[in-house]
């Protein structure tokens, strides 16, 4: 697609901010694309489901774009016409969270095809579980909780909560960085923002497409520790994930080498 035709549908593309160009660079690389996982009890339909996913899914139009490259080599999103949330439904029989979620992240996304988010219900009459697989240049974890918040909302009410709301279009949908671009200037202003010490550059060990499924593993925090978790990170001044990240590396310490913990949101 050239420039001239992307920019005839003003309304249906935007090319990608810096965030969202790295995450599109990155995964041609390795995969970068993440899941999360809601259990929810209760009473529903297969076809109930099906309406709040397609629901939050058209509610949302980066959830229905795909990312073309222009003759410059610039990536930019477009809307897919009458595209449907692509949704797949498992069996009841053995089955664990934790093999599907290795089976999908070992399952890139075509960019080019779109869309760029899949959802997998395990689905009984009393129980389900919701996995939100997204690319990273669309969405991270506290969008996915959005999306969880959104779906299980017209779950209980029976309808979208913005039916009424306009279509939206992308050149609407801004990037991270013109929503922080006046808090940036400001704080480098002030002198809040330094630049970083320069460090040797580090071999990286990146899971590769192919080879063997990653191992994915579930650890549960009970109510208290979660609210100590909570209240520790508060004091601190850090993130509960910054919290949780060092708390996994801790015990891989004791090496020479110091561990790194990469993460989407450090590139914020």
């Not at 996915?144 to 039916?163: M, N």
């Amino acid at each position: 697609m050239s420039i001239s035709s992307c920019c005839l549908n003003p309304l249906h593309t935007r090319f990608l901010g810096g965030i969202e160009h790295f995450f599109w660079l990155a995964d041609q690389n390795r995969p970068t694309h993440f899941a999360m996982v809601a259990k929810v009890k209760g009473p529903m339909s297969i076809d109930q489901w099906r309406h709040a996913i397609g629901e939050v899914h058209a509610m949302h139009v980066v959830l229905r774009s795909r990312i073309e490259v222009d003759v410059t080599g610039s990536p930019f999103f477009i809307l897919i016409p009458e595209c449907e949330p692509s949704l797949r439904i498992v069996g009841t029989g053995i089955w664990s969270w934790e093999d599907e979620v290795a089976l999908e992240l070992q399952s890139p996304f075509v960019v080019g095809d779109g869309p760029l988010v899949r959802f997998v219900l395990h689905y009984n009459s009393s129980c389900a579980t919701l996995i939100i697989v997204a690319h990273h240049a669309i969405a991270d974890g506290m969008s996915a909780a959005y999306l969880f918040r959104d779906i299980l909302s017209v779950l209980a009410e029976g309808q979208s909560r913005q039916a009424n709301a306009p279509i939206q279009n992308l050149e609407f949908i801004e990037s991270l960085e013109t929503h922080l671009v006046d808090q940036m200037l400001e704080s480098a202003v002030e002198g809040q923002i330094t630049p970083m010490q320069s460090a040797q550059p580090r071999t990286a060990n990146f899971r590769p497409f192919s080879g063997n499924l990653p191992h994915v593993e579930a650890y549960a925090l009970n109510r208290a520790c979660t609210a100590r978790l909570i209240a520790s990170s508060r004091e601190r001044g850090i993130t509960i994930h910054s919290a949780l990240g060092a708390a996994y590396l801790l015990p891989l310490g004791i090496s020479q080498e110091v561990p790194v913990l990469r993460c989407a949101y450090f590139h914020r």
